[in-house]
T-cell receptor
Framework: GAVVSQHPSRVICKSGTSVKIECRSLDFQATTMFWYRQFPKQSLMLMATSNEGSKATYEQGVEKDKFLINHASLTLSTLTVTSAHPEDSSFYIC??????????????FGPGTRLLVL | SQKIEQNSEALNIQEGKTATLTCNYTNYSPAYLQWYRQDPGRGPVFLLLIRENEKEKRKERLKVTFDTTLKQSLFHITASQPADSATYLCALLNAGNMLTFGGGTRLMVKP
């Protein structure tokens, strides 16, 4: 099946620093990538949707200046948490939807990135 | 408002029994409904997709039903095993092609 990777898998940073998370589709071209956030014992909440080469669309309540998303190529999207604070600590998961023949209606998820802001 | 509801209480069953998880939704007209498995600290893994014109779908020990009148999907795991223990998420793909998740139900299969 399709593989989506994320890096790093875990990051600890000091308050006020910026953190970049990479999401790659390894064996297909992802025309659309999604970024989710998941707090403990809660479901995934969509943060933003990005299409290759265009600006990301953010969900209501998600600050676009704080969560910078870049989808520069069909295999790479990055999420940068700027000036991170402890309340940004969460599990961030990316997902990719591609052009494979297996079906665009299926999204493939990355393994997630655990962010802890001290 | 749109809601996707799954039983937030953990489901505990004995190995070998059939596990049944429920997903109810309101104010959606989903073109598809999907079920995912999520293990702690991991991203969701796609299991099954069922379309609005399908009533039932099977994959090995998994069975999903989809009742658009009741606005409900049931997810069954037959001959359950301890390795099936995980959180199971249902997700709706609506006509706008956006995927929204329910809160998930944690399944614990005891040996």
């Amino acid at each position: 099946g399709a593989v989506v990777s994320q890096h790093p898998s875990r990051v600890i940073c000091k308050s006020g620093t910026s953190v970049k998370i990479e999401c790659r589709s390894l064996d297909f071209q992802a025309t659309t990538m999604f970024w989710y956030r998941q707090f403990p014992k809660q479901s995934l909440m969509l943060m933003a949707t990005s299409n290759e080469g265009s600006k990301a669309t953010y969900e209501q309540g998600v600050e676009k200046d704080k969560f910078l998303i870049n989808h520069a190529s069909l295999t790479l999207s990055t999420l940068t948490v700027t000036s991170a604070h402890p309340e940004d600590s969460s599990f961030y998961i990316c997902s990719a939807r591609g052009t494979r023949a297996s079906g665009a209606e299926t999204q493939y998820f990355g393994p997630g990135t655990r962010l802890l802001v001290l | 408002s749109q809601k996707i509801e799954q039983n937030s209480e953990a489901l505990n069953i004995q190995e070998g029994k059939t596990a049944t998880l429920t997903c109810n939704y309101t104010n959606y007209s989903p073109a598809y409904l999907q079920w995912y498995r999520q293990d702690p600290g991991r991203g969701p893994v796609f299991l099954l997709l069922i379309r609005e014109n399908e009533k039932e779908k099977r994959k090995e020990r998994l069975k999903v039903t989809f009742d658009t009148t009741l606005k409900q999907s049931l997810f069954h795991i037959t001959a359950s095993q301890p390795a099936d223990s995980a959180t199971y998420l249902c997700a709706l793909l609506n006509a706008g092609n956006m995927l929204t998740f329910g809160g998930g139900t944690r399944l614990m299969v005891k040996p």
